[in-house]
């Protein structure tokens, strides 16, 4: 029998009729429920909200200013000549210096793999709830992989309205509780890895270093795949609740494979821009390390998903990380950052988050 949930804020819309908003409580996480007094102290009268008066293509209750990132055109890398190889380079140097993320085309992987990998993870997220937290025993992942909601939050700034399975991509062959799951992340994580140390050995020579670092020290067994889901949200207005707090990430790159929903969401010149989809596109972000690498030259930046209060939205994040052991140090000198391992560099982000409810990130290790 499918058990559901109403979840109600009073709202004010143009030309709507009153219709209930039935949340489906079997897959999605118990948030409300869970962490009834954590949004008690914050949101005092919970209502009704209108499904219908909520445009599912308008982004009014989200944006604060919407862009088109930079967009990046891989062909020229391999067919173009070598005036447009070197245009392309500079553009994506560019990018990482004054954006800190970008969107990249004709990227090298396949749109039938990133179809599979959106079919798969919509059906693992589909799993009834009570499955999903015994990930280890119904899914075959990892004991720890699923996560769900803030445990650390003590205020609703600090508490993020989204599942998500976190895969390291050391065995991830018989992860899933799918035959066919492991197969398609194993096709992903090839292809986008080899994408990763692509864009990683641009950024080096862009610095002027012909640098083997990201190939001895990145692998395929140092990094993880964050599969996301984000459920709608009955409270997700008025920066209430977020499905992704502000945050940096602590990684070289980021590249992101989203739905078309929108919600993500960075800080460019002192204001929050949200992202506008593009179907064709890859996403690239540069995280922390790169900016301590790279001595402050490409930013590591603020991003955030915003939720929806109707649709929900889907993304997969590939993380390229470093084993823990790695040497941190800036590429130029003076150095404005210290040097640290990649271990300490966590170990510091979970000490903040636990004492203080948010990372600190880089500002720890400054000179």
Same mark, same amino acid.
């Given at each position: 029998?499918?058990?559901?949930?109403?979840?109600?804020?009073?709202?004010?819309?143009?030309?709507?009729?009153?219709?209930?908003?039935?949340?489906?409580?079997?897959?999605?996480?118990?948030?409300?429920?869970?962490?009834?007094?954590?949004?008690?102290?914050?949101?005092?009268?919970?209502?009704?909200?209108?499904?219908?008066?909520?445009?599912?293509?308008?982004?009014?209750?989200?944006?604060?200013?919407?862009?088109?990132?930079?967009?990046?055109?891989?062909?020229?890398?391999?067919?173009?000549?070598?005036?447009?190889?070197?245009?392309?380079?500079?553009?994506?140097?560019?990018?990482?210096?004054?954006?800190?993320?970008?969107?990249?085309?004709?990227?090298?992987?396949?749109?039938?793999?990133?179809?599979?990998?959106?079919?798969?993870?919509?059906?693992?997220?589909?799993?009834?709830?009570?499955?999903?937290?015994?990930?280890?025993?119904?899914?075959?992942?990892?004991?720890?992989?699923?996560?769900?909601?803030?445990?650390?939050?003590?205020?609703?700034?600090?508490?993020?309205?989204?599942?998500?399975?976190?895969?390291?991509?050391?065995?991830?062959?018989?992860?899933?509780?799918?035959?066919?799951?492991?197969?398609?992340?194993?096709?992903?994580?090839?292809?986008?890895?080899?994408?990763?140390?692509?864009?990683?050995?641009?950024?080096?020579?862009?610095?002027?270093?012909?640098?083997?670092?990201?190939?001895?020290?990145?692998?395929?067994?140092?990094?993880?795949?964050?599969?996301?889901?984000?459920?709608?949200?009955? *409270?997700?207005?008025? #920066? $209430? &609740?977020? =499905? +992704?707090?502000?945050?940096? !990430?602590?990684?070289?790159?980021? *590249?992101?494979?989203? #739905? $078309? &929903?929108? =919600? +993500?969401?960075?800080?460019? !010149?002192?204001?929050?821009?949200?992202?506008?989809?593009?179907?064709?596109?890859?996403?690239?972000?540069?995280?922390?390390?790169?900016?301590?690498?790279?001595?402050?030259?490409?930013?590591?930046?603020?991003?955030?998903?915003?939720?929806?209060?109707?649709?929900?939205?889907?993304?997969?994040?590939?993380?390229?990380?470093?084993?823990?052991?790695?040497?941190?140090?800036?590429?130029?000198?003076?150095?404005?950052?210290?040097?640290?391992?990649?271990?300490?560099?966590?170990?510091?982000?979970?000490?903040?988050?636990?004492?203080?409810?948010?990372?600190?990130?880089?500002?720890?290790?400054?000179?």
């Amino acid at each position: 029998m499918m058990h559901a949930t109403l979840i109600y804020k009073s709202l004010t819309f143009r030309h709507t009729t009153l219709q209930p908003l039935i949340i489906n409580m079997d897959a999605d996480p118990p948030f409300h429920k869970v962490y009834e007094n954590l949004f008690d102290k914050t949101i005092k009268n919970i209502n009704y909200i209108p499904q219908n008066l909520v445009n599912k293509d308008d982004n009014e209750l989200f944006v604060v200013e919407e862009c088109e990132l930079p967009i990046i055109d891989l062909n020229r890398l391999c067919f173009g000549t070598e005036l447009e190889r070197e245009k392309c380079k500079t553009e994506i140097a560019r990018a990482s210096k004054e954006w800190g993320f970008f969107q990249i085309v004709n990227h090298g992987i396949s749109s039938e793999i990133l179809e599979k990998m959106r079919f798969e993870q919509k059906r693992i997220f589909k799993q009834p709830f009570d499955k999903k937290i015994k990930e280890d025993k119904y899914l075959k992942f990892p004991s720890g992989s699923y996560r769900w909601g803030t445990p650390s939050a003590t205020n609703l700034g600090q508490f993020s309205w989204s599942e998500a399975f976190h895969i390291p991509l050391i065995d991830i062959s018989h992860s899933g509780g799918f035959d066919s799951f492991g197969t398609v992340v194993q096709q992903f994580a090839m292809t986008v890895s080899n994408l990763a140390q692509k864009l990683a050995k641009i950024l080096a020579e862009k610095m002027g270093h012909e640098s083997t670092f990201f190939q001895e020290n990145c692998l395929p067994s140092t990094c993880y795949l964050r599969m996301n889901h984000y459920p709608p949200c009955p *409270i997700a207005l008025d #920066d $209430q &609740v977020f =499905g +992704l707090t502000p945050h940096t !990430d602590s990684d070289f790159l980021t *590249i992101l494979h989203q #739905d $078309q &929903v929108g =919600g +993500l969401q960075l800080v460019k !010149d002192g204001k929050w821009i949200a992202v506008k989809p593009n179907p064709e596109a890859l996403i690239i972000n540069i995280g922390d390390l790169f900016q301590a690498w790279s001595n402050g030259t490409y930013v590591s930046v603020q991003h955030r998903v915003v939720t929806n209060p109707v649709v929900e939205r889907f993304s997969t994040a590939y993380f390229f990380c470093p084993a823990y052991d790695t040497v941190i140090q800036s590429c130029c000198e003076p150095a404005i950052y210290k040097e640290f391992s990649f271990r300490e560099y966590r170990q510091q982000v979970q000490a903040d988050v636990q004492k203080l409810g948010s990372k600190i990130g880089l500002s720890r290790f400054l000179v």
